[in-house]
DNA sequence: CCGAATCCACAACGATACTG
DNA sequence: CAGTATCGTTGTGGATTCGG
């Protein structure tokens, strides 16, 4: 994505086109509201309105948005019972419980530190 | 994490505390740019503007505003060389290292998963 | 070279209302 | 219940400038 020079070789060509792809996944997933989501799923299947009850702040749209482009990317799994009224269900898929392991070392990491970064800001702030 | 109910309690209202804190936390560096900044810094030292030429598509002003962020919360040292001209260098605390090690997790899951993904794209699209 | 402040365009977001 | 669309507001982030 960095380089302006231009080869004309394929392969060139690809690596540049497989970089701009893993940049725009980065972009899509490396967000508050996406993290969040896979942590609540986790394996379990939660119909949307569970999930909006177990997102703290989370407004309608940006779940529905959120969970669009996860399913985009392949990260859940959207299954729609035809009922009255209707159920549609959420579930990780492989690549996102894979995901979801990396995800949770950010979470343990946050606990683990909580103390060091009380301490830092503390010191920052004054 | 989301619950509402209040006890009064001191242990919970600690726990509350904590939990807010660590959200966030996490709202502060679940975002694309902080974690970039993360792996570009690795275990590295680097002067400001070396990792704004190492960082495609950074602004001066992002750089800076997460920079600081990072230094509040504990994640990065700041060393400033009273030179001219100035000369500031940014290196991992050993928190951000830590944090480093998940991140880049997240970054070989992307690479691990490419195909998958674009795949799942372009059936969506489609 | 680095940082802070200003301005402002534009995207993100919440609220609301309507459909199946 | 879940999704889409629209609207109005907020706020993010880029460009620029000036100061240390």
Redo the contacts with the bound molecule.
């Keep these: 994505m960095v380089t302006k020079q231009f080869t004309g070789s394929p392969d060139e060509a690809d690596l540049r086109r497989a970089d701009s792809l893993a940049r725009e996944l980065f972009s899509d997933i490396a ?1 508050k ?1 996406a993290l969040l989501i896979i942590e609540v799923l986790g394996g379990r299947t939660l ?4 999930l ?1 009850d177990q997102i703290d ?9 959120n ?2 482009m996860m399913e985009r990317n392949g990260l859940v799994e ?1 299954e ?1 019972h035809p009922t009255v ?5 959420y579930t990780l898929t492989e690549p996102g419980r894979a995901l979801k392991k990396t995800v949770d070392g950010m979470c343990d990491w946050t606990h683990q530190y909580l103390g060091h970064i009380e301490a830092s800001r503390n010191h920052f702030d004054g």
């Design positions: 967000n509201w119909r949307f309105s569970e909006r702040g989370i407004s309608h749209k940006m779940l529905t948005q969970l669009r959207r729609v009224p209707p159920k549609v269900e």
